[in-house]
């Protein structure tokens, strides 16, 4: 199919406004601090490494050693996206001793890959 025709095909000729399905979207629609929010967090995934960790995380809480040996990674590289990661409130740390260990903040994280993965899967059955 040509260009020409696909643009046609997938663009609206009405100049009907549908006064009841905006305002229905407008009503349901979240601040738009908390849409730059959302928007905020979805680029902390927006990174192999951080999604990496994020992944090594669901099954135990780990050090920055462990993290970095399961990953192929120096400590500093791991220790800068574990920062980005605490900034946007994905992971929390506590301290035994001299050795930091890092785990999900929460379990809103592991349902937000899940869902994630289940898109991309479906994606891939097409």
Do not use: W
Not at 40 to 47: A, I, N, Q, R, T
Not at 58 to 65: D, L, R
Not at 78 to 93: E, G, N, P, T, Y
């Amino acid at each position: 199919m040509s260009k020409n025709i696909n643009e046609k095909l997938n663009s609206c000729n009405c100049e009907e406004v549908h006064e009841d399905i905006v305002k229905r979207a407008q009503t349901s629609m979240p601040e738009e601090e908390m849409l730059y929010d959302l928007a905020e967090l979805f680029k902390v995934f927006g990174d192999t490494t951080r999604v990496k960790i994020l992944y090594a995380l669901f099954s135990n809480e780990m050090c920055v050693c462990d993290i970095a040996s399961l990953l192929g990674m120096t400590h500093s590289a791991i220790s800068h996206q574990l920062r980005v990661l605490k900034q946007a409130r994905l992971v929390k740390f506590r301290k035994e001793g001299k050795v930091v260990y890092y785990s999900l903040d929460d379990c809103h994280i592991s349902k937000i890959f899940d869902c994630g993965l289940c898109h991309i899967q479906e994606t891939y059955k097409r």
